[in-house]
Nanobody, 119 residues
Framework: QVQVVESGGGLVQAGGSLRLSCVAS????????MGWYRQAPGKQRELVAI???????NYQDSVKGRFTISRDNARNTVSLQMNSLKPEDTAVYYC?????????????WGQGTQVTVSS
């Protein structure tokens, strides 16, 4: 079995920083793309940032220059460093992983972590 656990959300003032982390555990052969999504109240879930196994990254335009996604393949972790946070960044953040386990490639979601940015 595979488990995906997130941590690091919280309440921060505008202009502040937070770091989110997501770790996968269990019978894992490899992890391909690792991404962060977010969902604000009343809105659809949207991609924030994604990183390939080789380290290629892609960001939503609204977070470019403020957020940085990184991964540690040895520890099966992905992190999102969020700087210069704005109230519009308030959302539940989810990690999303493409995991190869027991000969199968499946997509996994974390449980979500709340990020609240006050003005």
């Amino acid at each position: 079995q595979v488990q995906v656990v997130e941590s690091g959300g919280g309440l921060v003032q505008a202009g502040g920083s937070l770091r989110l982390s997501c770790v996968a555990s269990g019978s894992i052969s490899s992890i391909n793309n690792m991404g962060w999504y977010r969902q604000a109240p009343g809105k659809q879930r949207e991609l924030v940032a994604i990183i390939s196994r080789g380290g290629y990254t892609n960001y939503q335009d609204s977070v470019k220059g403020r957020f940085t996604i990184s991964r540690d393949n040895a520890r099966n972790t992905v992190s999102l460093q969020m700087n210069s946070l704005k109230p519009e960044d308030t959302a539940v953040y989810y990690c999303n992983l493409d995991i190869s386990s027991s000969g199968r490639l499946r997509n996994y979601w974390g449980q979500g972590t709340q990020v609240t940015v006050s003005s």
